[in-house]
């Protein structure tokens, strides 16, 4: 079973530069695209940032764009979401999601097969 599991969530001040970590276990392509959503309470979850396997292209949101660097480490099967400068309105259920693909990458929920269980960012002004 492929398991997704997001660490690094909790209360910062505004301003402030946490990561985000997301290990990929089971039997999964560490060469897959992977991409990093948010969800703040009443509304739909957003693409955030996303990152191909095999050149590591990268999309984000315009939102975070210039703040937040997604990257990731195909030996440890991991990625990363680096936040930088952040505001009120990022605070969200942060959520990672593997897309079963190599190349290409996606902006939409329904493209990614498995998703971490959320962790809490709550910016405080």
């Known amino acids: 079973q492929v398991q997704l599991v997001e660490s690094g969530g909790g209360l910062v001040q505004a301003g402030g530069s946490p990561r985000l970590s997301c290990p990929v276990s089971?039997?999964?392509?560490?060469?897959?695209?992977m991409g990093w959503f948010r969800q703040a309470p009443g509304k739909e979850r957003e693409s955030v940032a996303a990152?191909?396997?095999?050149?590591?292209?990268?999309n984000y949101a315009d939102s975070v764009k210039g703040r937040f660097t997604i990257s990731r480490d195909n030996a440890k099967n991991t990625v990363y979401l680096q936040m930088n400068s952040l505001k009120p309105e990022d605070t969200a259920v942060y959520f990672c999601?593997?897309?079963?693909?190599?190349?290409?990458?996606?902006?939409?929920?329904?493209?990614?097969?498995?998703w971490g269980q959320g962790t809490q960012v709550t910016v405080s002004s």
């Open positions: 990152i191909s396997g095999r050149r590591g292209s990268t």
């Open positions: 999601a593997r897309r079963p693909t190599i190349s290409t990458i996606s902006t939409m929920t329904a493209s990614y097969d498995y």
């Open positions: 089971g039997p999964t392509e560490r060469s897959y695209s």
